[in-house]
């Protein structure tokens, strides 16, 4: 091979920042390499990036492998004492051209491979400025990194340290560079994204930060949040769903669990009447809202009764779009020491919710039938609605924004019939 293959796992941020790493490392003269930007929010997700680097390893047997992220933060000598591995960069250094320039010789010690401060010392986040996402027609953008809340089943904040938030100026900048090179959608992203702002001059809130970005970049035709916290959403997160139709009408929240006394153990900070009355509240402002949302079956002490509680909430929300996870010990982690269910019980009830998350879905497919909608189109012959619901579009070029009618679904995606196109 020659070049940089960059492999990425996990979130919307690890996307953005494998991004901005293909970018440095080829500043810095790096060729013939492959960076793996690993995720550590479950034990299956740290083993297929170990899959992934003994696969790379096979395949470009002289190329320099540099392993990253989240998990290669947590557990840094498990992988530099992979044979495969020639250096293992931390979650900050993984974004600075240096990294990619002082790199070890082949053949070292785990010792010498080892590239990781310690995250937690890290007390800002520099805006990364990219021209393009490779392989999507909808931008990423990073607006805030890190997690101040300690929820015991969750590893991240161990790599990706504490909340830290980019200067809405920066925000700007980067959204206007983005629309320049041909994005018509942006998407915010972060660890805790709702937290954004608290470490700023002012205290803006992500709402806010919207908002400004939607009146100084007209050019943004659509703009969508990651992954977001309920309890955290403001009045200017509530005015945008209300009245902006630029924003677009879909959320994804972290509920992870709809039965108290488990919501307790996790340490979250909502209850389960919260998460129902806000997407209540949310479903009256904007009545096409569609919500997804993550969920863990099998958390440990979890009972019958308790998981049939995370069902009903997915079903009391309204939810179309379930991620479910099956609870993953992370070491490190207080919910790791609590009193554990079998793994065959936790993959049961994961596989259960996945069954009335489907069963969700298949209702808000029917429910769309009929409808008119705006599409833009991927790059791989499909499409997003604009509640994010998947739309089969074989005949229609990458980039089109299309208006359609939905004329049916097959269980998975929707159906249409395109009515006007346009490039966006």
């Keep these: 091979m020659s070049g940089v293959d960059v492999i990425t796992f996990g979130c919307r941020l690890n996307t953005y920042e494998s991004e901005v790493m293909r970018s440095e490392a080829e500043k810095a003269g790096l060729n013939n390499a492959v960076l793996v930007n690993t995720c550590a929010v479950t034990g299956e997700a740290v083993r297929q990036a170990r899959a992934a680097i003994r696969r790379a390893r096979r395949e470009n047997p002289h190329a320099r492998i540099i392993v990253t992220g989240c998990a290669a933060q947590t557990e840094k000598q498990t992988f530099a004492e992979m044979p495969e591995v020639d250096v293992v960069l931390g979650n900050e250094e993984k974004l600075k051209s240096a990294s990619y320039r002082a790199l070890p010789d082949f053949g070292v010690s785990a010792e010498e491979k080892l590239r990781v401060n310690d995250i937690m010392s890290i007390k800002a986040t520099a ?10 027609v909808r931008a990423f953008i990073q607006v805030q990194n890190g997690c101040d809340h300690r929820c015991t089943f969750c590893i991240i904040p161990y790599g990706r340290g504490n909340s830290r938030s980019v200067p809405m100026g920066a925000v700007v900048e980067q959204a206007r ?15 805790d994204a709702t937290s954004y702002g608290a470490d700023l001059p002012g205290e803006p809130s992500l709402g806010y930060l919207a908002k400004t970005l939607l009146r100084q970049v007209p050019d943004i035709l659509r703009l969508r949040l990651s992954s977001i916290d309920s309890i955290e959403a403001d009045h200017h997160l509530l005015d945008l769903i209300a009245d902006e139709p630029r924003f677009m009408p879909h959320l994804h929240l972290s509920l992870q669990h709809g039965d108290d006394m488990i919501l307790k153990r996790m340490k979250r900070r909502h209850m389960r009447a919260d998460a129902i009355a806000f997407c209540h509240q949310v479903k009256s402002l904007r009545p096409e809202i569609a919500f997804g949302a993550d969920m863990i079956a099998g958390f440990p002490t979890e009972t019958e009764k308790m998981f049939e509680n995370a069902a009903t909430l997915a079903e009391e929300c309204g939810i179309s779009n379930l991620h479910v996870f099956p609870y993953s010990p992370r070491p490190g982690t207080p919910a790791a020491r609590m009193p554990q269910l079998d793994r065959g019980l936790v993959k049961n009830r994961a596989a259960r919710l996945r069954e009335r998350g489907e069963a969700l879905q298949q209702v808000h497919l029917a429910n769309m039938v009929g409808s008119r909608q705006t599409i833009l189109v991927e790059n791989n012959g499909f499409a997003h609605t604009d509640n994010f619901t998947l739309v089969a579009a074989p005949d229609l070029p990458p980039r089109t924004l299309a208006q359609v009618v939905i004329t049916g679904h097959n269980g998975k995606h929707l159906d249409m019939q395109c009515l006007a196109a346009e490039a966006a």
């Design 127 to 136: 805006p990364q400025m990219i021209k393009h996402i490779d392989g999507h």
């Design 177 to 191: 560079k983005l629309t320049e090179n041909g994005y018509c959608e942006i998407v915010l992203t972060g660890v």
